[in-house]
C-alpha cells in the first residue's frame, strides 16, 4: 500500500501554479525529502519538459517507489537516498531544488547543512523553492501555526518552525538571493531563491 498524505492533495495545486512559472526554463529539479512521492508524481506530470529527481533518508524510500512505480512517468526518476547532512550528495549539479514541509521537521545543524548542499550543488541562476510555515519578525503568522509549532515540539524538541529572517541570512551565506515570497492557503508560503552568477575578476 502506498502511503499517504492528505496534506499534500491540498497543497499540490497552490504549489503547481507558482512552479509552472518559476521552472518553465528549467531542464532538472532535485526534491528535497519526496516524503510520499505524491507531490514528485503530480508536478512531473503536469511539468513534463523537465525531468524530476526525487530522494529522501532511507526510511521513506519503499513508498516513494511505490509512486513513482504506479505513475510509470519517463520524466520521474529516484528516489536517491539524500540526507541532508551526508558531507556528499548523489547530485552534483541541478537546475532547480525544491522542497515542501522539511526545513520545521529537521534540526537546525540540519536545516544548515540543507541550504550549504544545496549552494554547492545549484547551477548558477538556479532556483530553489521552499515550501511551508515560517515565521516573520520573530512571530507566529496565525495562531494555528502557533499551535502547530507546539505540537511539532511535543514529537520532537529540535522541531520547530523557522523564521523567515533567519532562513533568507542563511541562503545569503550560500550565495542564494530572495527573489520571491509567495503567500499560499494555509498560512504557508513559498520563499525563492536564484543562485547568484559568480563572476570571476
Not at 513508498?63 to 540526507?83: C, F, S, Y
Request: net charge negative.
Amino acid at each position: 500500500m502506498k502511503p499517504f498524505a492528505e496534506s499534500c492533495e491540498q497543497n499540490k495545486q497552490p504549489i503547481l501554479q507558482v512552479l509552472k512559472t518559476r521552472f518553465a526554463d528549467v531542464k532538472s529539479v532535485l526534491e528535497i525529502g519526496s516524503g510520499t512521492g505524491q507531490h514528485a508524481v503530480y508536478f512531473a506530470a503536469h511539468l513534463p519538459h523537465l525531468r524530476w529527481l526525487t530522494s529522501d533518508v532511507q526510511a521513506q524510500q519503499a513508498g516513494i517507489q511505490a509512486w513513482l512505480r504506479e505513475a510509470g512517468l519517463d520524466n520521474l526518476t529516484g528516489p536517491m537516498v539524500l540526507d541532508v547532512n551526508q558531507p556528499e550528495w548523489p547530485v552534483v549539479a541541478i537546475d532547480a531544488v525544491f522542497s515542501a514541509n522539511t526545513v520545521h521537521i529537521i534540526d537546525w545543524p540540519g536545516v544548515e547543512n540543507m541550504f550549504a548542499g544545496i549552494g554547492r550543488v545549484l547551477r548558477p541562476q538556479g532556483v530553489f523553492c521552499l515550501y511551508g510555515p515560517f515565521n516573520y519578525g520573530g512571530g507566529y503568522t496565525c495562531e494555528s501555526n502557533a499551535e502547530f509549532d507546539r505540537w511539532l515540539q511535543t514529537q520532537d524538541p529540535n522541531s520547530a518552525i523557522r523564521d523567515f529572517e533567519a532562513l533568507n541570512e542563511l541562503a545569503d551565506a550560500h550565495d542564494l538571493v530572495l527573489i520571491e515570497d509567495h503567500a499560499m492557503p494555509a498560512n504557508n508560503h513559498i520563499l525563492v531563491w536564484q543562485k547568484a552568477q559568480i563572476v570571476e575578476r
